[in-house]
């Protein structure tokens, strides 16, 4: 009963949203005003395990509503405490099982849904529509969306093996809508096309969080990388590997020795970011590994993650090329880039390209 009324609201949403309607006055037309559903309420501000009663049971008729599955028995027993726990995981929450204010407050949102749905595309959820929190921190994600945490999702639906998945756009369009769909049929979940806190829970189990430093294999060795040649240009060698010039500050030195190390490695999407040693990379998990080399990143970034990162600008001897699909970088005048792979199948290249399109940052000194 509680999967088909939020499966009745999701379908709402989602047909006012992707059935195409275009129109001259669409974008002045007031927005549709989707009906919340009639929620459970909890009138105690922290339930824990041992806690039994009316609120508890609303607690179980909540997470089940955001599609974190649990029985519905008013008492607060293991059951519920690891589900209160997935929903904390999946909404960027303090991890800790008990369900305090700020969780309640959170799941109440959650499970309210799309408030309202403009005809121009807009959605928004709960009071706080941001456009830049990350992925999971204003649930249900639900198409019409557009921001960081929609960028994020896709991101992470590649990343679990969608080749069809589209490149990441921050925007929750029709492609996304059956992204999400083929991810959800894939671990039995409810197929309605939007991200629910369950949903999202598993997503990112599915995925795995990011590389952390000292974590097995982390490229940051801080150790003088050798051979060195004269100069302060760096050469790619007939065999693909590059070596650094002597002039180079060290921090070159280290991103061109921690390039060497995955120069070969097959293009994978996704790898690089789950771990530090992988079967694979991409762009970004391809840029994210050297610059580690250097301890420039504790753990890798998204393409567009990069956006704000360092000084704008080209750099004296790092220049970072990026923008929401793709990444690659020059390091001491040669290129270090995942597209057009040079001679020998590396990543270093001594052709340049056009960075048309793309936004241009450096590190911080360099």
Request: with cysteine; hydrophobic share 40%; charged share 15%.
């Amino acid at each position: 009963m509680i999967q088909t009324r939020r499966k009745q609201l999701i379908a709402t949403v989602l047909v006012a949203l992707l059935i195409p309607a275009a129109s001259a006055t669409a974008a002045t037309t007031a927005p549709v005003a989707t009906t919340p559903p009639t929620l459970p309420k909890i009138h105690i501000k922290t339930l824990r395990s041992g806690s039994t009663g009316a609120d508890v049971t609303a607690l179980q008729q909540l997470l089940n509503l955001v599609g974190i599955a649990v029985p519905v028995t008013g008492n607060y027993l293991k059951e519920t405490t690891l589900a209160v726990e997935h929903f904390q995981f999946a909404a960027r929450l303090t991890v800790n099982g008990v369900a305090t204010a700020d969780t309640l407050n959170s799941l109440v949102l959650s499970a309210r849904g799309p408030r309202s749905v403009e005809s121009s595309g807009g959605t928004t959820v709960g009071s706080d529509p941001s456009v830049t929190r990350k992925f999971g921190m204003r649930l249900p994600v639900v198409g019409g969306m557009s921001g960081r945490d929609v960028r994020e999702l896709q991101t992470y639906l590649r990343r679990a093996g969608d080749r069809h998945a589209p490149v990441p756009s921050g925007e929750f369009d029709v492609h996304t809508v059956a992204a999400v769909k083929r991810f959800e049929a894939k671990h039995k979940r409810l197929v309605d096309g939007a991200i629910d806190a369950g949903d999202a829970y598993t997503l990112r189990t599915a995925v795995g969080e990011d590389a952390t430093p000292g974590a097995s294999g982390d490229p940051a060795s801080g150790s003088t990388p050798l051979p060195l040649i004269p100069g302060n240009l760096a050469k790619v060698t007939n065999a693909g590997i590059a070596i650094a010039p002597e002039n180079a500050p060290l921090a070159v030195q280290q991103i061109i020795a921690a390039g060497n190390k995955i120069a070969y490695k097959p293009y994978l999407w996704g790898g690089g970011h789950g771990r530090w040693e992988d079967s694979g990379y991409d762009c970004s998990g391809s840029v994210s590994y050297a610059l580690r080399g250097a301890k420039l990143l504790s753990s890798p970034l998204a393409s567009y993650d990069f956006f704000g990162w360092g000084r704008g600008g080209r750099g004296q001897w790092v220049t970072l090329y990026t923008n929401s699909g793709h990444i690659y970088m020059t390091v001491a005048g040669i290129r270090f880039d995942t597209s057009g792979i040079g001679s020998n199948g590396s990543r270093w290249q001594r052709d340049m390209r056009s960075s048309s399109g793309f936004q241009i940052r450096h590190p911080n000194g360099l």
